[in-house]
C-alpha cells in the first residue's frame, strides 16, 4: 500500500493524525484505508459515501465514520453536501487545469530544493519507489501505478524539507489524482518512468536546474495528457471498491 506521506529528512516526519487532524484510532484507519481507494482509483470521483454502508464494511459507527469523512473533506478527496451526504470529490475542467498549473509552478522549484538537500537514503528510498511502480505497471495495476507515481511526487516534496511546499504538494497530488481519473486519455499519462528516471538522475547528481527542468517538463506533459472534456464517471460499488 502506498504511504499517504513519507518519512522526513529527520526520520520523523509528520504523523499522521496532524495530516489528517484525527487522534490515532479508528477514525484515522478509516480515513486511510479510504484515500488509498480514492488514490488507487477503486472509488470513483462523485462516488456516494454513504455512512451506513461505509460503517457496515468496516465495522464502525456513523460518528467514526462521520470523523473520518469529515477530515477527507478538509484535506479535498471528499465534499459533503448539506442533505445529500459525502462524495468523492469530483473536479471540473477548469480545476484541473488550475491544478495543474499549480503544480507547474511548485513542484519544479521542489525539486530543485530536493537536489540541494537529498541524501544517500533517500535516494535508496526513490529508487525503491520506482521498482514498485515499474513492477505495478508490468502487473497491469493501473490503479496502484498511478498512485505511487503521484506519491513519486510527494516523496521529493518532503525530502525538500520544506512544510509549506510539502503541505501544498500533497495537496495538489491528491486533487491530480481525482482528475486523471475522471479525464486521463493514455495509459501512461502518470505513469512516465523515463520521466521519474531522468529526474532521479539529476536528484542524484545534485543538479538542481536539471531536476527543475525535468519536474517542470514532466508536468507539462501531465497536463497535455488529460483528455480535458466533460465525461461521466465510472460507476463502482463501495462494497466492490473497498473490498
Not at 484535506?75 to 459533503?80: E, F, N
Not at 508490468?138 to 511526487?153: K, N, Q
Not at 525535468?214 to 501531465?222: G, N, P, R, T
Request: hydrophobic share 40%.
Amino acid at each position: 500500500m502506498p504511504k499517504p506521506i513519507s518519512s522526513s529528512k529527520s526520520g520523523s516526519a509528520r504523523s499522521l493524525h496532524e495530516v489528517f487532524a484525527l487522534p490515532a484510532g479508528r477514525a484515522l484507519d478509516i480515513c486511510l484505508k479510504l484515500q488509498t481507494a480514492i488514490l488507487e482509483h477503486r472509488l470513483a470521483p462523485g462516488v456516494k459515501l454513504s455512512e451506513d454502508e461505509v460503517g457496515e464494511i468496516y465495522g464502525a459507527s456513523r460518528t467514526v465514520v462521520r470523523a473520518a469523512l469529515q477530515a477527507l473533506a478538509h484535506s479535498g478527496l471528499v465534499t459533503i453536501e448539506k442533505n445529500r451526504g459525502a462524495f468523492v470529490a469530483k473536479p471540473t475542467i477548469r480545476e484541473a487545469h488550475e491544478v495543474f498549473q499549480a503544480r507547474a509552478l511548485i513542484e519544479p522549484a521542489v525539486a530543485r530544493l530536493a537536489a540541494e538537500t537529498i541524501t544517500e537514503d533517500d535516494l535508496s528510498r526513490l529508487h525503491k519507489h520506482l521498482g514498485a511502480e515499474h513492477d505495478a505497471l508490468h502487473a497491469s495495476d493501473m490503479g496502484r501505478a498511478l498512485a505511487l507515481s503521484g506519491s513519486f511526487h510527494t516523496e521529493i516534496a518532503e525530502i525538500a524539507d520544506h512544510r509549506v511546499f510539502s503541505s501544498m504538494v500533497r495537496s495538489l497530488i491528491s486533487r491530480s489524482s481525482l482528475i486523471i481519473a475522471l479525464y486521463w486519455k493514455r495509459s501512461d499519462t502518470a505513469c512516465e518512468s523515463h520521466s521519474h528516471h531522468a529526474l532521479l538522475d539529476a536528484l542524484k547528481n545534485r543538479d538542481g536546474s536539471a531536476a527543475e527542468e525535468i519536474q517542470k517538463s514532466h508536468i507539462i506533459d501531465l497536463h497535455s495528457g488529460l483528455d480535458l472534456k466533460e465525461k461521466q464517471s465510472f460507476k463502482s460499488s463501495l462494497a466492490e471498491a473497498l473490498a
